[in-house]
């Protein structure tokens, strides 16, 4: 059984991989939001089946991520927006590290509520919305 886990985790990634070869700019942002979210996910679920060496493998892959979005921020040509991310992302890692050392339900719910809805908003950013652009032709 953890092989196939094993192969499952190793398709997933190759696949990520292509992806991010494959992707613009703001494809490359909804990505990380996607991996941010789903590390967050697995943090979670090995909280609460008390595993920590998960969760603090899975927290330390989430504030990486956080720290390329950080990055990507141009403060310049996104001002008052890029300036508020900033904020939002420090907020978010400061929590990531509290729940470190301090791990309960409630920030991990916290957290989660963060990320969605800038997960989803990139996604509509970047995914073609066909049924819409077939019908104005």
């Known amino acids: 059984m953890d092989n196939m886990n094993h ?18 700019p703001e494809g ?3 990505l990380l939001y996607s991996e941010l979210l789903f590390s967050l996910i697995l943090s979670k679920e090995a909280f609460l089946i008390k595993d920590s060496v998960a ?7 989430s504030v990486e991520i956080l720290v390329e979005l950080m990055g990507s921020l141009n403060i310049e040509k996104g001002e008052t927006i890029a ?28 957290v989660i509520q963060l990320i969605t809805p ?14 819409q652009k077939m019908a104005m032709k």
């Not at 800038?118 to 049924?131: F, G, N, R, S």
């Open 83 to 110: 300036l508020n991310l900033a904020v939002l992302y420090e907020y978010i890692a400061g929590k990531l590290l509290t729940l470190r050392c301090q791990p309960n339900i409630a920030l991990f719910n916290e």
């Open 118 to 131: 800038l997960k989803e908003a990139w996604e509509k950013i970047t995914t073609p919305d066909i049924p």
């Open 55 to 61: 969760m603090n493998k899975n927290i330390s892959k």
């Open 28 to 30: 490359l942002i909804a």
């Open 7 to 24: 192969y499952s985790n190793k398709a997933y990634h190759h696949y990520q991989a292509s992806n991010v070869a494959l992707s613009s």
